[in-house]
Protein backbone atom coordinates (compact mmCIF):
# COMPACT_ATOMS: atom_id res chain seq x y z
CA UNK A 1 0.00 0.00 0.00
CA UNK A 2 1.27 3.29 -0.78
CA UNK A 3 1.36 6.26 1.54
CA UNK A 4 -0.77 8.08 -0.47
CA UNK A 5 -3.54 5.69 0.67
CA UNK A 6 -2.47 4.53 3.67
CA UNK A 7 -2.41 8.38 4.82
CA UNK A 8 -5.16 9.55 2.22
CA UNK A 9 -3.37 11.97 1.23
CA UNK A 10 -4.77 14.42 -1.12
CA UNK A 11 -5.17 13.10 -4.26
CA UNK A 12 -3.19 15.10 -7.15
CA UNK A 13 -4.73 16.89 -9.85
CA UNK A 14 -3.12 17.65 -13.50
CA UNK A 15 0.07 19.43 -13.32
CA UNK A 16 -0.47 22.44 -15.05
CA UNK A 17 0.72 23.02 -18.82
CA UNK A 18 4.51 24.36 -18.94
CA UNK A 19 4.71 27.33 -21.70
CA UNK A 20 5.88 30.90 -22.78
CA UNK A 21 3.56 33.61 -22.40
CA UNK A 22 3.29 36.84 -23.39
CA UNK A 23 3.49 39.09 -20.30
CA UNK A 24 0.95 41.44 -20.90
CA UNK A 25 -1.83 38.53 -21.42
CA UNK A 26 -0.59 38.26 -17.67
CA UNK A 27 -2.71 39.83 -15.46
CA UNK A 28 -2.91 40.42 -11.36
CA UNK A 29 -5.95 40.53 -9.21
CA UNK A 30 -5.86 42.46 -6.22
CA UNK A 31 -8.42 41.51 -4.55
CA UNK A 32 -6.82 38.84 -2.80
CA UNK A 33 -2.95 39.45 -4.08
CA UNK A 34 -0.92 41.58 -1.19
CA UNK A 35 0.06 44.77 -1.96
CA UNK A 36 3.16 45.00 -4.55
CA UNK A 37 6.48 46.59 -3.05
CA UNK A 38 7.72 48.77 -5.24
CA UNK A 39 11.72 48.43 -3.76
CA UNK A 40 11.51 45.08 -4.33
CA UNK A 41 9.89 44.99 -7.97
CA UNK A 42 12.39 48.05 -9.03
CA UNK A 43 15.57 45.42 -7.08
CA UNK A 44 14.49 42.30 -9.59
CA UNK A 45 13.91 44.72 -12.57
CA UNK A 46 17.35 46.14 -12.55
CA UNK A 47 19.33 42.92 -11.51
CA UNK A 48 16.76 40.69 -13.37
CA UNK A 49 18.02 36.61 -13.57
CA UNK A 50 16.27 34.14 -15.53
CA UNK A 51 17.15 31.46 -13.17
CA UNK A 52 16.12 33.59 -10.22
CA UNK A 53 12.72 34.11 -11.94
CA UNK A 54 12.44 30.56 -12.23
CA UNK A 55 8.75 30.36 -13.16
CA UNK A 56 5.34 31.86 -12.90
CA UNK A 57 2.30 30.22 -11.54
CA UNK A 58 -0.93 31.33 -13.49
CA UNK A 59 -4.63 30.89 -13.17
CA UNK A 60 -6.56 29.82 -16.44
CA UNK A 61 -9.95 31.37 -15.96
CA UNK A 62 -12.92 29.79 -17.62
CA UNK A 63 -13.13 32.67 -20.12
CA UNK A 64 -9.53 31.75 -21.02
CA UNK A 65 -7.71 34.69 -18.97
CA UNK A 66 -4.32 34.03 -16.99
CA UNK A 67 -4.39 35.82 -13.74
CA UNK A 68 -0.96 35.32 -11.52
CA UNK A 69 -1.07 33.54 -8.10
CA UNK A 70 1.97 33.25 -7.81
CA UNK A 71 5.14 35.52 -8.58
CA UNK A 72 3.63 39.11 -8.78
CA UNK A 73 6.83 40.76 -8.01
CA UNK A 74 8.78 39.00 -10.72
CA UNK A 75 5.79 39.41 -13.10
CA UNK A 76 5.99 43.11 -12.80
CA UNK A 77 9.58 43.54 -12.50
CA UNK A 78 9.38 41.90 -15.94
CA UNK A 79 6.92 44.48 -17.50
CA UNK A 80 9.56 47.15 -16.59
CA UNK A 81 11.78 45.82 -19.01
CA UNK A 82 11.68 46.27 -22.71
CA UNK A 83 13.90 43.16 -23.41
CA UNK A 84 10.97 40.61 -22.24
CA UNK A 85 8.50 39.45 -24.48
CA UNK A 86 7.26 36.39 -22.93
CA UNK A 87 7.28 35.05 -19.13
CA UNK A 88 7.73 31.26 -18.10
CA UNK A 89 4.61 29.97 -16.60
CA UNK A 90 2.65 26.99 -15.35
CA UNK A 91 -0.66 27.59 -16.39
CA UNK A 92 -3.17 25.55 -13.84
CA UNK A 93 -7.58 25.57 -14.90
CA UNK A 94 -9.59 26.67 -12.00
CA UNK A 95 -13.32 26.73 -11.62
CA UNK A 96 -13.67 30.13 -9.40
CA UNK A 97 -12.14 33.04 -8.77
CA UNK A 98 -12.31 31.72 -5.01
CA UNK A 99 -9.85 28.21 -5.91
CA UNK A 100 -7.45 30.62 -7.55
CA UNK A 101 -7.06 32.90 -4.40
CA UNK A 102 -7.32 29.24 -2.03
CA UNK A 103 -4.16 28.52 -4.39
CA UNK A 104 -2.35 31.76 -4.10
CA UNK A 105 -2.47 30.65 0.13
CA UNK A 106 -1.26 27.41 -0.54
CA UNK A 107 1.40 28.82 -2.59
CA UNK A 108 2.83 31.68 -0.14
CA UNK A 109 1.70 29.82 3.07
CA UNK A 110 3.66 26.72 3.21
CA UNK A 111 7.28 28.80 1.95
CA UNK A 112 9.63 29.83 4.26
CA UNK A 113 12.00 32.70 3.45
CA UNK A 114 15.45 32.72 3.71
CA UNK A 115 16.79 33.92 6.99
CA UNK A 116 20.10 35.65 7.29
CA UNK A 117 21.84 32.78 7.96
CA UNK A 118 21.07 30.95 4.67
CA UNK A 119 21.39 34.19 2.91
CA UNK A 120 24.86 34.35 4.12
CA UNK A 121 26.11 30.65 3.53
CA UNK A 122 24.68 31.29 -0.22
CA UNK A 123 26.50 34.93 -0.31
CA UNK A 124 29.90 32.99 1.04
CA UNK A 125 29.81 30.36 -1.74
CA UNK A 126 29.28 33.12 -4.77
CA UNK A 127 31.88 35.18 -3.40
CA UNK A 128 30.00 38.32 -2.11
CA UNK A 129 32.90 40.45 -0.62
CA UNK A 130 30.59 41.85 2.85
CA UNK A 131 30.09 37.67 3.24
CA UNK A 132 33.95 37.10 3.20
CA UNK A 133 34.51 40.15 6.16
CA UNK A 134 31.67 38.48 8.16
CA UNK A 135 33.42 34.64 7.55
CA UNK A 136 36.79 36.97 8.95
CA UNK A 137 35.18 38.15 11.95
CA UNK A 138 33.32 34.73 12.65
CA UNK A 139 36.95 32.92 12.43
CA UNK A 140 38.41 35.67 14.49
CA UNK A 141 36.21 35.65 17.79
CA UNK A 142 36.41 31.54 17.35
CA UNK A 143 32.38 30.96 16.61
CA UNK A 144 30.62 29.77 13.55
CA UNK A 145 27.59 31.75 11.80
CA UNK A 146 24.11 30.55 13.17
CA UNK A 147 21.21 30.69 14.01
CA UNK A 148 21.12 29.43 17.73
CA UNK A 149 22.06 31.89 20.64
CA UNK A 150 24.92 30.43 22.04
CA UNK A 151 28.59 31.41 23.34
CA UNK A 152 30.23 29.98 19.63
CA UNK A 153 27.65 31.05 17.55
CA UNK A 154 27.15 34.57 15.67
CA UNK A 155 23.29 35.09 14.69
CA UNK A 156 23.27 39.31 13.71
CA UNK A 157 24.71 38.42 10.37
CA UNK A 158 22.00 41.15 9.01
CA UNK A 159 23.45 43.48 11.39
CA UNK A 160 26.99 43.18 10.99
CA UNK A 161 26.88 43.03 7.48
CA UNK A 162 24.48 46.03 7.18
CA UNK A 163 27.42 48.04 9.55
CA UNK A 164 30.25 46.22 7.40
CA UNK A 165 29.13 47.92 4.47
CA UNK A 166 28.88 51.68 6.19
CA UNK A 167 32.41 51.25 7.09
CA UNK A 168 34.24 48.42 7.43
CA UNK A 169 37.13 49.75 9.34
CA UNK A 170 35.37 50.75 12.02
CA UNK A 171 33.81 47.26 12.32
CA UNK A 172 37.22 45.22 12.26
CA UNK A 173 38.49 47.75 14.85
CA UNK A 174 35.78 47.74 16.74
CA UNK A 175 35.50 43.57 16.83
CA UNK A 176 38.17 42.34 19.26
CA UNK A 177 36.55 44.30 22.21
CA UNK A 178 32.63 43.25 21.35
CA UNK A 179 34.18 39.40 21.48
CA UNK A 180 35.68 40.19 25.19
CA UNK A 181 32.65 41.89 26.14
CA UNK A 182 30.69 38.83 24.81
CA UNK A 183 33.40 36.54 26.01
CA UNK A 184 32.18 32.93 26.75
CA UNK A 185 28.27 34.21 26.09
CA UNK A 186 25.79 34.65 23.64
CA UNK A 187 26.40 38.41 21.23
CA UNK A 188 23.54 39.89 21.05
CA UNK A 189 22.34 42.47 18.57
CA UNK A 190 21.80 44.76 20.68
CA UNK A 191 24.80 44.73 22.53
CA UNK A 192 26.79 44.86 18.89
CA UNK A 193 24.57 47.18 17.35
CA UNK A 194 24.94 49.81 20.31
CA UNK A 195 28.60 49.26 20.54
CA UNK A 196 29.15 50.13 16.70
CA UNK A 197 26.60 53.17 16.93
CA UNK A 198 28.99 54.75 19.70
CA UNK A 199 31.56 54.15 18.24
CA UNK A 200 30.88 55.59 15.21
CA UNK A 201 29.53 58.84 16.98
CA UNK A 202 31.85 59.05 20.25
CA UNK A 203 32.36 62.51 20.92
CA UNK A 204 34.69 64.08 21.61
CA UNK A 205 37.02 62.51 18.96
CA UNK A 206 38.16 59.31 20.83
CA UNK A 207 37.48 55.27 20.61
CA UNK A 208 36.22 52.61 22.65
CA UNK A 209 39.19 50.73 22.31
CA UNK A 210 40.93 53.49 24.45
CA UNK A 211 42.27 51.06 27.19
CA UNK A 212 40.19 52.50 29.87
CA UNK A 213 37.47 52.53 27.48
CA UNK A 214 37.39 48.79 26.71
CA UNK A 215 38.60 47.71 30.18
CA UNK A 216 35.48 48.96 31.89
CA UNK A 217 33.52 47.38 29.14
CA UNK A 218 34.84 44.37 29.05
CA UNK A 219 34.84 44.25 32.88
CA UNK A 220 30.31 45.48 32.31
CA UNK A 221 30.32 42.45 30.65
CA UNK A 222 27.89 41.59 27.57
CA UNK A 223 25.12 41.20 30.46
CA UNK A 224 25.72 44.79 32.10
CA UNK A 225 25.96 46.25 28.99
CA UNK A 226 22.91 44.98 27.32
CA UNK A 227 21.16 45.75 30.75
CA UNK A 228 22.56 49.31 30.48
CA UNK A 229 20.81 49.45 26.42
CA UNK A 230 17.62 47.93 28.37
CA UNK A 231 17.64 50.63 30.68
CA UNK A 232 17.85 53.30 28.65
CA UNK A 233 15.00 51.47 26.34
CA UNK A 234 12.54 51.44 29.52
CA UNK A 235 13.26 55.05 30.10
CA UNK A 236 12.24 56.87 26.62
CA UNK A 237 10.17 53.79 25.84
CA UNK A 238 11.56 52.94 22.64
CA UNK A 239 14.77 51.33 21.63
CA UNK A 240 16.98 51.76 18.87
CA UNK A 241 21.03 52.16 18.82
CA UNK A 242 20.52 55.59 19.51
CA UNK A 243 18.81 55.30 22.56
CA UNK A 244 20.08 52.35 23.90
CA UNK A 245 24.03 53.99 23.49
CA UNK A 246 22.42 56.90 25.99
CA UNK A 247 22.10 53.98 28.78
CA UNK A 248 25.59 52.46 27.99
CA UNK A 249 27.44 56.06 27.69
CA UNK A 250 25.52 56.62 31.03
CA UNK A 251 27.43 53.90 32.62
CA UNK A 252 31.20 54.87 31.14
CA UNK A 253 31.04 58.39 32.18
CA UNK A 254 30.35 57.53 35.82
CA UNK A 255 33.06 58.50 37.85
CA UNK A 256 34.60 60.50 34.84
CA UNK A 257 34.90 64.40 35.70
CA UNK A 258 32.33 66.34 33.81
CA UNK A 259 34.97 68.40 30.58
CA UNK A 260 36.07 64.56 29.91
CA UNK A 261 32.62 62.65 29.76
CA UNK A 262 31.93 61.17 26.46
CA UNK A 263 28.87 61.87 24.56
CA UNK A 264 27.50 61.46 20.75
CA UNK A 265 28.06 63.85 18.67
CA UNK A 266 24.94 63.87 17.05
CA UNK A 267 22.93 62.89 19.43
CA UNK A 268 19.11 61.33 18.41
CA UNK A 269 18.34 61.42 22.03
CA UNK A 270 18.06 64.37 24.83
CA UNK A 271 19.39 62.57 28.52
Same mark, same amino acid.
Given at each position: ??????????????????????????????????????????????? /???????????? !????????? /?????????????????????????????????????????????????????? /???????????????? !????????????? *?????????????????????????????????????????? *?????????????? &???? *????????? *??????????????????????????????? &???????????? &????????
Amino acid at each position: MSKVDRYQWKKLEAPGELRMVPKHELQIDMEYQREANETKVLAIASG /FMWAAFGVASIA !RRKDGTLWV /FDAQHRVLAAWRRDDIAELPCIIHDVNSQSEEALLFIQANTLRKPLTSIDKHKA /FVKAGDPVAAVVADLA !RIAQRRVGGDSSP *TSIRCVSLIRLWIERDEALVRRMWPLIVRVCADRAMPERVVD *TLFYIESRIYPDRT &LTEK *TLSARLTAR *TVDGVNQDAANAAALYKKGGASVWAVGVLET &LNKGIKKESRLS &LSRPEVNP
